[in-house]
């Protein structure tokens, strides 16, 4: 190596702030068949994304276990695609699929070559409304299933986080609905034709987004395919049941086998149409939402319990939890509770210092800037606006002004009002 190349290499990169951090809005607009269409025009190289949101998740199915099926069964063949006809297709065409399933949406999408759009949004289609409900792939799909949801349950993270959502949400709560491998077998084909024809019969209701490089000419035909997309009617109506949470309680959940125990910990909090809801998120990572947290400093780095622990914020239309999860010997549970609580005690203090604030607002400000990095990650930011109910439209700019607002006066306050240790309640499974 020259001496050249040695003083090169020498010299660290210049480090400079991100500037203002700002959004770009989608495109929206009403398709005929009462299907609200938007677009993000973003990209530069020629793919795109085509994401339909369909209304009716977790809590609008009577069997919790029925929209997960259908998200399978999308994917096992359509009725002019049957069987493997369908994945053979998508694959010759280079694109790829993804499904997800919220409190009250499914998502199915498309990723594909601009080229290719002509003859894979069609696709899309044709999985969302003429899906192949045989009984040869349901019954795969039902086995597959039982199968994942029995290995599940003996993993101690899995048993711990069931039991904290009956605590937070409460045990008759929609979103509280569990799954066994025996509901699961005793699913009958004909209650997923019904759930289909309820939840896919029209698009009224349903959110279609793309992005990447999208040109007129691919709006024309994600128009002109779902301008025609089903019957009219109304959306599926949500079925939003406010959280009923538990008194603060300590609950074990025993899991046979296990070698570590898995501890959660939850308590209300506040609704997302409160002002200081974004605060009180912030107030959490910088209990536990980042590598140089409070809780991961104490916990893990000076304490040994554990590898990792996490806090983080959980807000549905439906209402607010804190939830901290962590996983730790048999032998450290109670000490690691210990700290915990204590460390959420002290939050109200007045403790934070300039240097730990500056930090956690970094850190907060990396995490917007990422949903920034390509199309697809800011279409992903507007479809979770849209599938978690945020009310405000302009959510990316208000963190944004918040993490730059932030102060350790303010941060102790919002500790003092919204984080009281007495109120959490512990789940131990193991």
């Not at 959110?207 to 779902?226: A, K, M, P």
């Not at 970094?362 to 979770?384: E, I, K, N």
Request: charge should be negative.
């Amino acid at each position: 190596m020259s001496e050249k190349e040695r003083s090169w290499r020498a010299v660290p990169p210049p480090v400079t702030g991100f500037g203002v951090l700002n959004m770009p809005p989608m495109e929206d607009r009403e398709l005929a068949s009462g299907a609200k269409l938007h677009v993000l025009n973003q990209g530069q190289l020629d793919v795109c994304r085509v994401c339909c949101l369909v209304p009716g998740g977790i809590a609008e199915a009577e069997n919790a276990v029925l929209p997960r099926l259908l998200l399978s069964m999308f994917q096992e063949g359509t009725c002019a695609h049957p069987g493997v006809k369908l994945a053979e297709t998508i694959e010759f065409d280079g694109a790829s699929v993804q499904t997800g399933l919220y409190p009250h949406y499914m998502l199915v999408g498309i990723n594909m070559l601009n080229s290719k759009a002509d003859k894979v949004i069609p696709l899309l289609k044709e999985m969302l409304f003429t899906p192949e409900l045989a009984s040869i792939p349901f019954e795969t799909c039902i086995d597959r299933l039982a199968q994942s949801v029995e290995l599940m349950e003996k993993r101690v993270e899995y048993m711990a986080s069931k039991a904290l959502t009956r605590l937070s949400a409460g045990p008759d709560h929609p979103l509280a609905r569990t799954m066994s491998a025996s509901q699961i077998r005793g699913v009958e084909l004909d209650s997923l034709y019904q759930w289909h024809k309820y939840a896919c019969a029209h698009a009224s209701g349903m959110h279609i987004y793309i992005g990447g490089n999208v040109t007129d000419g691919l709006v024309s035909l994600v128009e002109g395919v779902f301008d025609n997309y089903g019957v009219p009617g109304k959306s599926m109506p949500f079925n939003i049941v406010p959280f009923a949470p538990q008194v603060p309680q300590r609950l074990h959940v025993p899991v046979e086998g296990a070698l570590q125990c898995a501890v959660r910990m939850t308590a209300p909090a506040i609704p997302r149409s409160n002002p200081d809801y974004i605060g009180l998120r912030l107030l959490v990572m910088a209990l536990g939402g980042y590598f140089g947290s409070r809780l991961m400093m104490n916990i893990r780095e000076d304490k040994g319990y554990t590898y990792g622990i996490s806090a983080s914020l959980n807000g549905q239309p439906e209402g607010s939890f804190v939830e901290i999860a962590a996983s730790t010997d048999a032998v450290n549970v109670e000490p690691l509770i210990e700290e915990t609580l204590k460390e959420i005690a002290a939050m109200s203090s007045g403790n934070f210092t300039v240097d730990e604030v500056e930090r956690l607002k970094s850190f907060a400000t990396s995490q917007l800037a990422s949903m920034l990095d390509t199309p697809f990650d800011m279409m992903d930011y507007h479809v979770t606006l849209q599938a978690a109910s945020i009310p405000q439209p302009d959510y990316f700019r208000c963190q944004y002004d918040q993490i730059r607002k932030l102060t350790p006066g303010l941060l102790t306050e919002l500790a003092r009002k919204y984080l009281n240790p007495d109120e959490f309640s512990v789940v131990i499974a193991g």
